[in-house]
């Protein structure tokens, strides 16, 4: 299947910066992760995301699904279920290989913020 890629410019713009504060992910209570060096992704109108480096998660709380979905503009994404708290299936998602406009963000996950608690500034 050949994949639609998108490059951002000023119709869909799409930065990315360190987040200047520290982020905690709850959820049910448990603390899943705790950083210093998240990322903030701006895209478009919708609400900052934040990314946080996988080394940071508690990973034995993740466990990989088959989900997939597609981005134009970053890639092919892959998910996670949350073990914690009352668990939380397909949660958390992962470019592995994001595209070049948006490299920086390899080797983070974000989450879905319904589903946990992302607190930023802690």
Same mark, same amino acid.
């Given at each position: 299947?050949?994949? /639609?890629?998108?490059?951002? &410019? +000023?119709?869909?713009?799409?930065?990315?910066?360190?987040?200047s504060a520290r982020v905690t992910v709850r959820v049910g209570g448990a603390?899943? +992760?705790?950083?210093d060096s998240?990322?903030?992704?701006a895209e478009a109108s919708y609400p900052v995301v934040q990314y946080i480096p996988?080394? &940071?998660?508690?990973? +034995?709380?993740?466990?990989? /699904?088959t989900t997939q979905t597609y981005c134009p503009y970053k890639g &092919?994404?892959?998910?996670?279920?949350?073990? +914690? @708290?009352t668990g939380q299936p397909d949660a958390v998602w992962s470019y592995r290989e994001p595209y070049d406009a948006v490299a =920086?963000?390899? @080797?983070?996950?974000?989450f879905y /913020? =319904?589903?946990?608690d992302v607190i930023v500034g802690t």
């Open positions: 299947m050949t994949r /639609t890629v998108k490059i951002p &410019d +000023a119709t869909h713009p799409i930065t990315i910066r360190p987040t603390v899943v +992760a705790e950083t998240a990322l903030s992704l996988l080394a &940071d998660i508690d990973q +034995a709380l993740l466990e990989r /699904t &092919d994404a892959s998910y996670y279920s949350l073990t +914690a @708290g =920086d963000i390899a @080797g983070h996950v974000a /913020t =319904d589903r946990v």
